[in-house]
């Protein structure tokens, strides 16, 4: 089973760009699907971003099209997510996760998915 470790999240202006890391170890990313999540306070946790282990073809949740790029290096068991023109309205813990239902109109997680620590992103001046 693969176990997923989320890291690069941190304060940023709005405007600006962070790259966040989800690293894998104990089995190889090249056959899943990936997605990232995030949850700010308050809210439910939603989908942002995915790769699809039917068609590997990348989605996005709507609010972050044209910002937001997903990205894998399977040689480094790693996942990117690119986010750029960040806004305040991006703040949220962002995770990632191998349990994911990926289609171009909806970014879900399955029933049995489990979490790692995420990583805190906040936008604000």
């Known amino acids: 089973q693969v176990q997923l470790v989320e890291s690069g999240g941190g304060l940023v202006q709005p405007g600006g760009s962070l790259r966040l890391s989800c690293a894998a170890s104990?089995?190889?990313?090249?056959?899943?699907?990936i997605g990232w999540f995030r949850q700010a306070p308050g809210l439910r946790r939603e989908g942002v971003a995915c790769?699809?282990?039917?068609?590997?073809?990348?989605y996005y949740t709507r609010s972050v099209k044209g910002r937001f790029t997903i990205s894998r290096d399977n040689a480094k068991s790693t996942v990117y997510l690119q986010m750029n023109n960040l806004k305040p309205e991006d703040t949220a813990v962002y995770y990632c996760?191998?349990?994911?239902?990926?289609?171009?109109?909806?970014?879900?997680?399955?029933?049995?998915?489990?979490w790692g620590q995420g990583t805190q992103v906040t936008v604000s001046s």
């Open positions: 996760t191998t349990d994911v239902l990926c289609y171009a109109e909806y970014i879900g997680y399955a029933d049995w998915v489990s």
């Open positions: 104990g089995d190889s990313l090249d056959y899943y699907g």
């Open positions: 790769i699809s282990s039917t068609d590997g073809r990348d």
